[in-house]
């Protein structure tokens, strides 16, 4: 089914007193040049078919570092990544399962309810990323999604010279809204609703910035903040978001609820000058009130959504999971998961700092594997003399393969 434009009709914004619909006075923007600013390399986690990355290869040979393409379930594998471009610099990784890989286990996902977790592994391919890169002495590296364009790299060459001064600096998001699908139906209805930025397309600062991926959908989020706020943030540039239906599978909805619930929340202090200390029972006996209101008016709402029927029923199906599951979040589980969250920090900071440095992506693997599983699957395509000399980028690309 062709995926709905949720657009609101011509009409005043509808604004809600129990919801934030923007969090971007949160961002400073500040001027940039594109210059010659170095990128380490270009990280997308991906579970789509291989011509996905095409755009992403195109980038890095124009960035000139190389692309990581961490790779998992049916549709691609390290052996079709490789094989995407003779002229790209390529370190495509296999990644079987979380538990394939050595890295902390998280008190956050245990704290959760079997079924409140998201099912997916992008937070885990972002924390190998981040490891690795520490490993390798990466300074800066871009995360990318396999669905979002850029138009003008020297958009990410900007946001690699902010983080001189920043911990992060996310693009813009234009193209289709890259949105939770609550925030969706809202927009249908005619509310106004911003996007922020995230790990879509988010360059980020290795060596002083100790920060990781929670499992948890608004990970992204989690991953701007430090123990008492925001890290230092910018945004520079714009890139273009695929579109997509939020409304295909009412479970989205359902998955999505108790990330959306926590990043809102926590954004919602960070709005008001607040700190995230400040997220205590009595915020969030308050906050999720305001977000059954919420949630249940754009429900109301759906009639002047300018969709046709079916569309509406689907919207309709969405938002009663997502109160199906806010039934099920009380004050005791945010403030126990933020415990966590601040217990995860610290673990994570300890695994990071002592981890060594590593001669090669072959000899950093061999660190990150965890023991007693299949070894991890990598394929590297190395692009040395196109490094050395402009003229011998016509060259064949030297490809090496290992399997760690």
């Given amino acids: 089914m062709k995926p709905v434009a949720v657009v609101g ?5 509808l604004t809600s007193s129990d919801h934030h619909a923007s969090h971007r006075g949160l961002l400073l923007r500040p001027e940039a040049p594109a210059g010659a600013n ?17 755009h992403a290869v195109e980038l890095s040979k124009k960035l000139r570092c190389p692309l990581v393409a961490l790779c998992s379930g049916k549709w691609t594998n390290a052996s079709q990544v ?23 286990r998280f008190r956050t996902s245990s704290v959760l309810p079997k079924d409140f977790r998201r099912g997916t592994d992008t937070a885990a391919k972002r924390n190998l990323a981040l490891a690795l890169a520490r490993m390798l002495g990466w300074r800066r590296i871009v995360f990318l999604d396999d669905d979002i364009e850029v138009s003008a790299p020297d958009d990410l060459r900007r946001a690699a010279g902010l983080l001189d001064e920043f911990d992060a600096v996310g693009l813009s ?7 939770s699908v609550v925030c969706h139906a809202y927009r249908a209805v005619g509310g106004e609703q911003d996007s922020f930025v995230g790990g879509g397309a988010l360059a980020v600062e290795i060596s002083r910035n100790i920060a990781f ?4 959908y608004n990970e992204d989020w989690f991953y701007l903040l430090e123990s008492d706020g925001l890290r230092p943030l910018a945004v520079t540039g714009r890139v273009k978001q695929a579109t997509y239906d939020p409304f295909r599978n009412p479970d989205r909805a359902r998955k999505e609820e108790f990330g959306d619930v ?12 607040r700190k995230i200390d400040d997220a205590n ?64 920090l610290k673990a994570w900071h300890d695994f990071v700092q002592p981890l060594p440095r590593a001669g090669s992506v072959r000899e950093a693997l061999r660190v990150l594997a965890s023991p ?19 003229a011998a980028s016509s060259s064949p690309a030297r490809f090496a393969s290992v399997s760690l």
């Fill in 262 to 273: 926590l990043a809102e929340g926590i954004f919602w202090l960070l709005d008001e000058g």
């Fill in 372 to 390: 007693g599983c299949p070894p991890l699957n990598v394929r590297i395509r190395t692009q040395k003399a196109a490094k050395e000399t402009p």
């Fill in 213 to 216: 991926f929670p499992d948890i």
């Fill in 9 to 13: 009709p011509l009409a005043p914004p």
């Fill in 173 to 179: 998001i234009g193209g289709f809204p890259d949105n």
């Fill in 38 to 54: 170095r990128i380490d390399a270009i990280v997308v986690p991906t579970t789509r078919p291989t011509p996905y990355l095409r």
């Fill in 281 to 344: 029972q009595r915020h969030w006996e308050d906050f999720l009130t305001r977000r059954r209101r919420f949630i249940t008016g754009v429900l109301r709402s759906l009639p002047q959504a300018s969709v046709g029927h079916e569309e509406r029923q689907r919207m309709a199906e969405a938002l009663k999971a997502s109160l199906g599951r806010l039934k099920r979040i009380d004050p005791d589980l945010c403030c126990r998961y933020l415990d966590a969250w601040r217990a995860d």
């Fill in 82 to 104: 490789r094989a995407i471009d003779h002229e790209a610099e390529i370190i495509a990784i296999d990644v079987a399962s979380e538990t394939a890989l050595s890295l902390p």
